[in-house]
């Protein structure tokens, strides 16, 4: 009885790992399967997203088409060209509205100029605090005729001293 049950322990043993390789193999195989998946599951998420984007732009691209076709006719706007952009900063404010009545003056760029080491400090500043004059109050603003304020955007556009009075009427 000895060997044969010396042989029933090497086949239970033989038993026990085949069924461990088993074990192991079927784990193997299901860990490919999820990675799988996952990598399936990541493409999902991307074409989604790819499609989403694309949805988006095409309706932006139909949105665009339709605001062309409404600026052309309804509103008559046109795209810009070439010779409404300026160079500079002085072009564009060359632009800029004529001041009121009551208006500051404009804001001037400082020039520097060289200052002599040897001047005394109390020379350099003499222009600036030697020049004090009293402040004039502004005077009062008068009433406007209704009948003068434009009646189209053109009119009003296209004057922008009466846009000024139209406004302060306005906002009385």
């Not at 790992?17 to 490919?32: D, P, R």
């Not at 998946?37 to 339709?66: D, N, P």
């Not at 001047?119 to 402040?135: H, Q």
Request: net charge negative; hydrophobic share 45%; charged share 25%.
């Amino acid at each position: 009885m000895a060997p044969s049950s010396r042989f029933r322990q090497i086949g239970w043993a033989l038993l026990l790992g085949a069924c461990f390789a088993a074990l192991l193999a079927l784990t193997f195989q299901v860990n490919a399967v999820k990675s799988d998946v996952r990598l399936v599951e990541r493409q999902i998420i991307a074409a989604e997203r790819s499609k989403l984007m694309l949805e988006t732009e095409f309706q932006t691209r139909a949105s665009q088409h339709q605001l062309a076709d409404w600026n052309a006719v309804e509103f008559g706007y046109a795209a810009p060209r070439a010779d409404q952009y300026v160079e500079h900063e002085r072009q564009l404010a060359v632009l800029g509205t004529p001041r009121g009545h009551d208006a500051p003056e404009p804001i001037r760029v400082a020039a520097a100029h060289s200052v002599d080491v040897a001047e005394p400090r109390d020379d350099m500043f003499a222009a600036l605090l030697g020049d004090d004059r009293p402040v004039v109050p502004a005077p009062e603003r008068v009433a406007v005729d209704s009948t003068r304020v434009a009646s189209s955007l053109a009119q009003r556009l296209s004057g922008p001293s009466r846009t000024a009075l139209a406004a302060a009427d306005v906002t009385r």
